[in-house]
């Protein structure tokens, strides 16, 4: 039906007239023009190894994904059971605790990543409390280390985590668990054997999206972090800002860029399979 | 019959206005020689400038100033992308350096200076392409109540002194512009002329020992003073004005001008903006004693036009960057030096921070 792909196409064509227009020429033409700045081959692949083989880049990467696989891990162990309440939830509480989630999401992040600091700084309301409690004799170091950028980055990051797993619970037929509790399973067996296999791709999705986004994390471990939580955004900051060398941002860009690519195929891998109907 | 989206090819000079958007917004109004456009630090900066030299300008000569906030990347890629859109640059030393090897300043036109004599303008931040507008410092900062009395760290090698003053510390990152390089050279005994060019393998080893108690290198002014009157440190390098104010809001916190590093904001104009004239005059404008006392005093920072001091009380200039108290314990920061080492100063500093 060529009359029905060429509407499907017209249709597109304003998505990918932006796409093209303010993604790829523009990241296209700062690839092109950053690394055409060498004079011969022979100096860019000096400057390529130095940038790319030096230890500290392996160094960075190690790090983000390091700090990604923990911030994800921690938003699915928290993300998983507020998205079962609230794909459970009706009424009042449906709202409440969808505003609980999507509210805070209207603020920017830098703010809400200052609130962070308030709350977890040396002289901060929580060590306060611990003190005055007595639990704790010294304030314990919540932030400049690795601890502060993990609780401000999962926070940042719960949201996507919650809406991609609710739009899957959601989905899931609600006469397949009564068939399994009418042939007599428990609420546990209903809930492991059926529920939660069910979901399953909605956790690998949002897994992924969470993942994706936390690799590409800037203001949060800029700000909270210590003296050695460096990611890869945070690296390439510094090569455009501060030592305006755009050859080597550019270089490390490819390598963010190659990392999310990678991750996101997966991620449309499990996307098509979606949708067990 | 196939349908490709390239109707929608887009003309290299609209992306790059889209990339440049903010100051295009303005370049519409320049057209007028009646307005200089002034890339400044913002913030609280603008109006105190506003007040005591933008206004008294546009009083005078009738020229209007519109400020836009712009990076030093920013900057480079307007002049690469041969699309200036603003006049004059007030930015540090060091980014205005990197510009003007770029071959984008005009010189300045020190002899057609009506307002500002350029003698009296400090010899070291008078340059061809850049001239001063105000210097700051780089000073050792300390909590009162930590260090009580007589019992606090006077000089870099004490900062070093963990045992004897203990307490989680401070120093500036690479990303604040330069890593605190010449303290560590200090503390191990390197005279204030002899510090250039930095022996970087010898600064890093100093800093390696006090690592452990640097809870962050900062690097942003802002970040600095928060720590500080946090607690989240009890000593740090820390910049005099970001200081000043933490302190005259009654937080428990002091300073010694011992071994403090001077630090030079420039003006520069870039040589192809549309308003170069109006650029040089207000520049001269800006220079002049009684103007630059004004704005100086309320921000704190140090004059560059030596004779600006004539108006300062004692208390003032006790608080003050620049004159007796520069001359007998401060240096100037050789930004020649970290513009031509920066590169390489930066990959060792990250690669040493995730040692």
Redesign the interface.
Known sequence: M?LGR?AG??M??PA??LL???FL??IG?FLAGSLTDFASFAEFWEEAQ?VLF???IL??LL?TNGIGAAVTLLVLVIGYPVSYALSRAKGLVFTAILLCIVLPYFTSTIVRTYAWMVLL????LINQILLGLGLIDAPLEL??NRTGVIIGMTYVLLPYMVLTLFAAMKAVDPRLLQAAEGMGASPATVFFRVFMPLTLHGVIAGVLITFILAIGFFVTP??MG???D?MIA??IE?E??????WPAAAMMTIVLLVVTLLLYAVYSRFADREAPR | MSVTPSPFRLHRRLLLGAALATPALHAGRAQTQGEVIVRTPGGSYDDVMRRFVYDPFTAETGIRVTVVAATAAKLIAMFRANNVELDLIDTGDAQLLTLERLGALAPIAYDRWRWSKPEDITRQVRNPHRVGNFIYASVLAYNTETFRGDNHPKSWADFWDAGKFAGPRMLADMASGSANLEFALLADGVPRDQLYPLDVDRALRVMTRIRPQIRRFWDTGALAAQMLSDREVVLGSIWNGRLQTVIDSNAPLAYTWNEHMIQVQSLGIFKDARNVEGAQRLADFMLQPQIQAQYAKALVFGPTNERAFESYTPEEAARTPGGENSRRTGFYQDVAWWHENRDRVSRTWSRWLLR
């Open positions: 060529p060429l196409w017209l597109l064509a990918l007239a093209f227009g303010v020429l523009p033409w130095d030096s230890g500290t160094r960075v790090n700084g040396r002289t901060g932030m400049y800029a700000l210590g003296p050695d460096i945070m690296l510094r455009v800002e501060l030592t305006q060398n």
